[in-house]
């Protein structure tokens, strides 16, 4: 495989940032939503779903779940192991097992929502990033970003700067990105390995 000078990476993974809605929407694995899938391989997969009514999540077991607000006013999740949980403000992530039934019950409305799965064993991450803040996160291990609010510049080994806005996902190879900012009250989601 040859290098991708104009992604500004080794591998050609993504063609630069990209509109989440551009993605096909498929059909959950039980009937009850819609997704958008970003990422999918053995050891993680991410995609963004949409959630526009109450019902039943899909078991996945073995499997490690963590969703994040995107757009709406959130959900409440009544987990099988007789918790309940809610996601109601971006920015928030919320780690659940697979093996666990789910029941969503929505906030408000239809939302949208970051859904980050591996397997139980081979850890991965959701974080938050805040604008002002991206210092916080490792940059560097980033291979997966979904804008929520803002537009977020990010700066490659080349140096050459690339823009994200709301709504939008960029995939990418290990070490690929040197320095992230956003003004304001910019938010991201960063996927990560560990």
């Keep these: 495989m040859k290098p991708d000078p104009e992604n500004d990476n080794l591998f050609p993974l993504s063609r630069g940032p990209q509109p989440v809605e551009n993605l096909v929407a498929q059909a959950w694995k039980n009937g009850g939503g819609l ?3 970003i990422v999918s391989g053995e050891e993680w997969r ?5 959630i526009t009514q109450d019902g039943a999540f899909s078991r996945f077991p073995g499997i ?6 995107l757009t709406g006013r959130g959900v409440r999740l009544r987990l ?8 109601v403000r971006a920015g928030e992530i919320l780690t659940f097992s697979g093996d666990l039934d789910v029941e ?3 906030v408000g409305g239809p939302v949208q929502v970051v859904n980050l799965m591996h397997p139980a064993d081979r850890p991965w991450r ?3 990033v805040r604008g002002g803040d991206a210092s916080g996160f490792e940059v560097s ?4 970003m979904v804008v929520a609010r803002g537009c977020w510049v990010f700066e490659g080994a080349s140096g050459q700067p690339r823009t994200c806005v709301a709504g939008a996902y960029l995939v990418l190879p290990e070490g690929s990105v040197g320095r ?3 003004a304001g009250d910019g938010l991201l989601y960063c996927v990560a390995p560990g």
Excluded at 64 to 69: E, K, P
Excluded at 80 to 85: A, K, L, P, V, Y
């Design 46 to 50: 991410l995609s963004v779903a949409e």
């Design 64 to 69: 490690s779940r963590q969703i994040a607000l």
């Design 126 to 128: 959701m974080e938050a």
């Design 35 to 37: 997704t958008r899938v």
């Design 180 to 182: 992230l900012e956003s």
């Design 104 to 106: 969503a019950i929505l």
């Design 80 to 87: 099988s192991d007789g918790t309940e949980r809610e996601v």
């Design 141 to 144: 291990a980033a291979r997966a």
